[in-house]
């Protein structure tokens, strides 16, 4: 996440350049990355839910023996 975050913020220098040249402050810059990296994680953090600790839970609440018997 970060190495994409850096990618992007270094892509849009240019972008972020001309923003204060035209008098932009230093926060809407900031902010506009910031908004943009939540974006970026938000469905990342509910894939990895669904994916992961959902079932993890699911596993957890089974007996030993059921959950050895169904893995194979």
Do not use: D, Y
């Amino acid at each position: 996440m970060l190495n994409t975050m850096f990618s992007a913020v270094s892509s849009r220098s240019g972008e972020i350049a001309t923003l204060r040249a035209l008098g932009f402050a230093r926060l809407p810059a900031f902010l506009a990355v910031w908004i943009e990296a939540i974006c970026l994680a938000g469905p990342g953090v509910a894939l990895s839910h669904a994916g992961g600790v959902l079932p993890a839970q699911t596993a957890v609440r089974l007996p030993l023996h059921k959950a050895l018997r169904q893995s194979n």
